[in-house]
T-cell receptor
Framework: EPEVTQTPSHQVTQMGQEVILRCVPI?????FYWYRQILGQKVEFLVS????????KSEIFDDQFSVERPDGSNFTLKIRSTKLEDSAMYFC???????????FGPGTRLTVT | RKEVEQDPGPFNVPEGATVAFNCTYS??????FFWYRQDCRKEPKLLMS???SGNEDGRFTAQLNRASQYISLLIRDSKLSDSATYLC?????????FGKGTRLHILP
């Protein structure tokens, strides 16, 4: 069964450093998403991406964040200058259509020290 | 009012019992609705989509009432493996909103 994959599973970085989180969505899916979940809190929408551009983003997704689909398979989330409060689990998801079911990757745990 | 609200939980129920989860959403323009489950420190996994006509998948039944902006999930004959957090998810204009989730503990 096709699945969304994410790397790395755990990333530790120092405050102020840039990080890139990587995702490989399901191959025939067209819509891609990033979410975050701070420990003990709810899953929060960050951004959706379709046709090589951002289609929707939340208030959390400020200028420190960017997304890219550098080739036909990868979808990345970059945080330019990490803060302590960026420590969270980051999930990538993909779907065939914008209102269809989304399938989530296993997540990257980001720890900012 | 929060955009998606769920029962705070946790629910502690004996194995074999029937469990009902409730969810309300505030934006009437919401377009699609889902239930996900999330195990501790894992990713959300799709349980089922929710349709206006109601839908069933084995022991799971989901209902949607657009007039009341209310979604429900019923689990019959609960199993130990049903222990998880159940997340109500609403999609509007490609913006996806998760509820906080309701934690379910099935007791042997």
């Amino acid at each position: 069964e096709p699945e969304v994959t994410q790397t790395p599973s755990h990333q530790v970085t120092q405050m102020g450093q840039e990080v890139i989180l990587r995702c490989v969505p399901i191959s025939n899916h067209l819509y891609f998403y990033w979410y975050r979940q701070i420990l003990g809190q709810k899953v929060e929408f960050l951004v959706s991406f379709y046709n090589n551009e951002i289609s929707e983003k939340s208030e959390i997704f400020d200028d420190q964040f960017s997304v890219e689909r550098p080739d036909g398979s990868n979808f990345t989330l970059k945080i330019r200058s990490t803060k302590l409060e960026d420590s969270a689990m980051y999930f990538c998801a993909s779907s065939l259509r914008d209102t269809y079911e989304q399938y989530f990757g296993p997540g990257t745990r980001l720890t900012v020290t | 009012r929060k955009e998606v609200e769920q029962d705070p939980g946790p629910f502690n129920v004996p194995e074999g019992a029937t469990v009902a989860f409730n969810c309300t959403y505030s934006n009437s323009a919401s377009q699609s609705f889902f239930w996900y489950r999330q195990d501790c420190r894992k990713e959300p996994k799709l349980l089922m989509s929710v349709y206006s006509s109601g839908n069933e998948d084995g022991r799971f039944t989901a209902q949607l009432n657009r007039a009341s902006q209310y979604i429900s999930l019923l689990i019959r004959d609960s199993k130990l493996s049903d222990s998880a957090t159940y997340l109500c998810v609403v999609n509007r204009d490609d913006k996806i909103i998760f509820g906080k989730g309701t934690r379910l503990h099935i007791l042997p």
